[in-house]
């Protein structure tokens, strides 16, 4: 079944650390997102990429960096510039010319600083 | 810059009562799309309903529709007949379309809806 995947869904930084998250869709999606969620914030768009290679800052990208080497894949790096990274990520996805449809959701990842 | 507001941070129904989550938004654009997402407490984003702007009859899906005001940039919610499984996080989404690309989704903060037995 096509979907998207993110993992692990439990994560653990040490203050200092670096920390990938993995978004892996299997959708044949043009366009990746990551967003943060915050009790009370909603959704803040931390990056988004539209093709292979190409990517955009969102409204919280300090601290974040992504890849988009393949299609597939979006992977968020949470750098040690990150103030305070402790929340939950999700990656979505959609088609190019799918503004109608919204996107697809990975499951999240919890990330917690410890 | 494009902007959602959910002015209701909680709401609760009586399971089997009608309840209306509001939204409202900015923006200058003309052609653009309204999301509903529904967050249950397994965290998975599932898509409720969505409305095109340029159409005016009001989406509906079963026991979910919509109130659209274009004029009034407003976008709400109705869940009739609630049930149990109706309580989650409801978020409001916007984007809008160009060329040949699409914007990311804005949301707004959410609405958390509670359902009494």
């Known amino acids: 079944d096509g979907g998207i995947t993110q993992s692990p869904k439990y994560l653990f930084r040490k203050e200092g650390q670096n920390v990938t998250l993995s978004c892996e869709q299997n959708?044949?999606?043009?366009?990746m997102y990551w967003y943060r969620q915050d009790p009370g914030q909603g959704l803040r768009l931390i990056y988004y990429?539209?093709?292979?290679?190409?990517?955009q800052k969102g409204d919280i990208a300090e601290g974040y960096s992504v890849s988009r080497e393949k299609k597939e894949s979006f992977p968020l790096t949470v750098t040690s510039a990150q103030k305070n990274p402790t929340a939950f990520y999700l990656c979505?996805?959609?088609?190019?010319?799918?503004?109608?449809?919204?996107?697809?959701f990975g499951s999240g990842t919890r990330l917690t600083v410890v | 810059a494009q902007t959602v507001t959910q002015s209701q941070p909680e709401m609760s129904v009586q399971e089997a009562e009608t309840v209306t989550l509001s939204c409202t938004y900015d923006?200058?654009?003309?052609?653009?799309?309204l999301f509903w997402y529904k967050q249950p407490p397994s965290r998975q984003m599932i898509l409720v309903i969505r409305?095109?702007?340029?159409k005016q009859q009001n989406a509906t899906e079963n026991r979910f529709s919509v109130n659209f005001q274009k004029a009034a940039k407003s976008f709400s919610l109705k869940i009739s007949d609630s049930q149990l499984g109706d309580a989650a996080m409801y978020f409001c989404?916007?984007?809008?379309?160009w060329g040949s690309g699409n914007t990311p989704l804005v949301f707004g903060k959410g609405t958390r809806l509670s359902v009494i037995a």
């Open positions: 979505a996805s959609s088609i190019k010319q799918g503004a109608a449809r919204g996107y697809t």
């Open positions: 959708l044949n999606h043009d366009a």
């Open positions: 990429s539209q093709i292979v290679n190409d990517f």
């Open positions: 923006t200058s654009e003309s052609d653009y799309y």
């Open positions: 409305q095109e702007a340029y």
């Open positions: 989404a916007y984007r809008f379309s």
